[in-house]
Structures are given as structure tokens and as C-alpha cells.
């Protein structure tokens, strides 16, 4: 399993967490692939109590998944921004068949509460990403730098770059770009919503 994670710590009232999980097949050692009808994403607490549903993926049919870790073929689901509670420690991948739920795989996050000139708050960080989208070059928010990547590269490949690009100079915005995968009715409410 694997993650592109951004979380943001808010304290006590919960966190804002997005970016995209991505697992293979496999994943449990209580079922095996072929009996699976999908999996359900879970937030989950330092008990591995299950707190909020995230999404379902159904499995993928006539698909031939590599082992290669994290590869285009694995499964994969988009967290849009979203706040967690605070005690929400780990995504849980969890394998069912109709109604049986089977033994989880897990994916801590780790958070901190450290100030950084990468919190997306000071004035130091908008000044650069606005340098850097000037510029025409994509600003990842996540790392907060300024990747040697045109604004108008497809989106694909932004993606693949960072999961949370902003590239409309002046105002370090993202400009109506989807994760791979999103449906056009998603993405047109997306946009609608802007």
C-alpha cells in the first residue's frame, strides 16, 4: 500500500487531510483477490475502531494489477479535502465480499503540529508560489515548492508530480484540474462549485 497524503493539524478540532491511497492486490491475508467483491476506505482510530466511511472501490474486473509497488494498474482512492477527528490515526483498507468485512491492511497518518514556512498560512508561502506560478511553472502546495513544470502540462502528469498543484499566477489557484480517473459529471460539479 501506498499514499500521497497532505494533512494539516487543526488540534483538537480534527485535521484536514487529502491526496490519493493506493493499494495493490493481495492486500489481505485472510481472503484472496478473486473472492473479493471490493474494498472499503475507512478512517480509523488508534484501536483500529472504525470512525468514518471514506468511499468504496469495487474490484477491478478483467484487469491484470502488477505487483510493481504503487503502479497505474493498482487500485486507488482520491481523498478530496476532507476533515478527519482528531483521533483518527490510520486509513483502513478493508476487503469485503457482500456483506462479510475481512481483515484490514493499514495506513498510519502522521501529522504534526510544528509551525512551518509550509503550513499554507504565512506570507512567505504565497509570495513564493506566486514567484513561481509568474513564472508559468507549477507550485506544489504539498511540499511547497516550485516544480520545474509548465502550467499548461496535462494533467496527468501534474498529478503525478504532486497531488495538490496550484498554477494560476497571481492568485496560486488550481485552474479546474482533476485527479486521473474522475468522472466528467464529477468534475463539472467540481467546477460549478468554484
Keep these: 500500500m501506498c499514499a500521497t497524503l497532505y494533512a494539516q493539524d487543526w488540534g483538537r478540532s480534527g485535521f484536514s487531510l487529502s491526496g490519493e491511497v493506493r493499494w495493490g492486490p493481495g ?26 466511511l471514506l468511499g468504496t472501490v469495487a474490484k ?10 504503487c503502479d497505474e494498474s493498482w ?20 476487503p469485503f465480499r457482500g456483506s462479510q468485512l475481512y ?29 513561481c506560478t509568474s513564472k508559468r511553472q507549477v507550485f506544489c502546495f504539498t511540499t511547497g515548492t516550485c516544480l520545474d513544470l509548465d502550467i499548461d502540462a ?6 503525478s508530480a504532486c497531488m495538490n498543484p496550484l498554477l494560476v499566477p497571481e492568485s496560486c489557484r488550481t485552474k479546474g484540474i482533476h485527479p486521473p480517473g474522475t468522472s466528467r459529471e464529477e468534475m463539472e460539479n467540481w467546477d460549478r462549485d468554484l
Excluded at 45 to 52: I, K, T, W
Excluded at 154 to 159: C, I, L
Design 27 to 52: 492486500i489481505s491475508c485472510e481472503i484472496e483477490e478473486s473472492l473479493v467483491d471490493g474494498y472499503q476506505v475507512w478512517l480509523v482510530n488508534d484501536c483500529g475502531e472504525q470512525m468514518v
Design 60 to 69: 477491478q474486473q478483467d484487469r491484470q494489477l502488477s505487483a510493481n509497488c
Design 75 to 94: 487500485y486507488s482512492f482520491y481523498l478530496g479535502l476532507l476533515t478527519a477527528p482528531s483521533d483518527a490515526a490510520s486509513i483502513a483498507i478493508v
Design 103 to 131: 481483515l484490514p491492511s493499514f495506513l498510519p497518518v502522521v501529522r504534526t503540529l510544528a509551525d512551518s514556512l509550509w503550513d499554507g498560512e504565512t506570507k512567505e508561502f504565497w509570495d513564493l508560489c506566486k514567484s
Design 154 to 159: 496535462p494533467s496527468e502528469v501534474m498529478w
